[in-house]
């Protein structure tokens, strides 16, 4: 497994436990109406669970296991692929503090379009890499 | 195919057609027997498709088809996994039963405290789940070759 989808699946295995620790405690919060206020973090819950926990790992997997390129670098630029991995990330801590902590909703704007431009630019990697092993030009 | 990865992808695919068959009757609140109920599945009815269906799918899918911890044990600690399959479906179950009725006003001791269960049930079914993969998300290296 190549050190980006290392790097990237064990994010997302990090990214899940956030999720679901999140999630439990929202759950009680329904159960026993500690505090209102609390519901604040069902965006925070919904934003790591499906860009952090499921997209990092369809990301790292993605990379490590689709068909290689036959000139290098064999995965795409590494440089390239790491910028795309924290733009993704700066993109969902904006968000997720826009959220949280600001009233203004610029903050979360900027985030999506980071969000956007990192998966943008990782998927356009895995657009080419998508195809068949033997074909030198799909 | 590892016996604990078919479970988990079994069980995922009975989700999702439950999941569908929810949808349904969501649709449907009025004509429904159970109407009261039927209106506060929503919650249900994304956890039963994102944790019961899709997450069950990875776990399963990533228990499979990730790198060997180890000669002797290739997929990591087995009983760990097991674990994970009881606690994520017995904590989902527990929602999708009380959830509804305490969304419905149904109020109780034992919702309260099913839900409660279900929740921590579910957090450490990821919690476990990633204990028992962080060590198989590795490199190809000489170390690693000589342990697998």
Excluded: C
């Excluded at chain 1, 999720?19 to 026993?32: P, R, S």
């Excluded at chain 1, 290098?72 to 969902?92: D, E, H, Q, Y």
């Excluded at chain 2, 009757?25 to 009815?45: A, D, H, K, R």
């Excluded at chain 2, 405290?113 to 919690?127: C, P």
């Amino acid at each position: 497994m190549p050190e980006l989808s290392v790097k990237v699946i064990r994010l997302s295995l990090i990214y899940l436990v956030l999720g679901f620790t999140l999630g439990a405690f929202l759950l009680v919060n329904k159960a026993t109406n500690i505090d209102p206020q609390i519901w604040r973090l069902l965006p925070v819950h919904i934003e790591i669970i499906v860009f952090g926990w499921v997209m990092h790992l369809v990301m790292g997997v993605a990379y490590w296991s689709f068909p290689r390129f036959f000139e290098m670098p064999k995965r795409g630029n590494a440089l390239f692929n790491w910028s795309m991995i924290i733009l993704l990330n700066v993109g969902i801590w904006m968000t997720i503090f826009g959220d949280l902590a600001f009233s203004s909703n610029m903050l979360p704007f900027i985030g999506r379009i980071l969000e956007a431009i990192g998966f943008v630019g990782f998927f356009v990697l895995i657009w080419q890499r998508t195809r068949s092993p033997q074909a030198r030009h799909d | 195919m590892p016996k604990l990865s078919r479970w988990f992808i079994k069980t995922g695919i009975i989700y999702l057609v439950f999941a569908l068959f929810m949808g349904i009757g969501m649709e449907f609140p009025n004509i429904s027997l159970l109407s009261t109920y039927m209106v506060n599945l929503f919650p249900s009815f994304y956890h039963a498709l994102a944790v019961g269906w899709i997450t069950q799918l990875i776990f399963g899918v990533a228990y499979w088809m990730f790198p060997r911890y180890s000669k002797e044990e290739p997929r990591g600690k087995e009983s760990l996994g097991w674990l994970v399959y009881i606690f994520i479906n017995a904590g989902l179950i527990m929602r999708v039963i009380f959830e509804p009725i305490n969304g419905s006003g149904h109020r109780s001791m034992l919702v309260m405290t099913a839900l409660v269960i279900s929740a921590i049930l579910q957090w450490l079914a990821g919690l476990l789940f990633a204990v028992n993969t962080w060590s198989r998300v590795k490199g190809r290296n000489k170390k690693n070759r000589k342990r697998a």
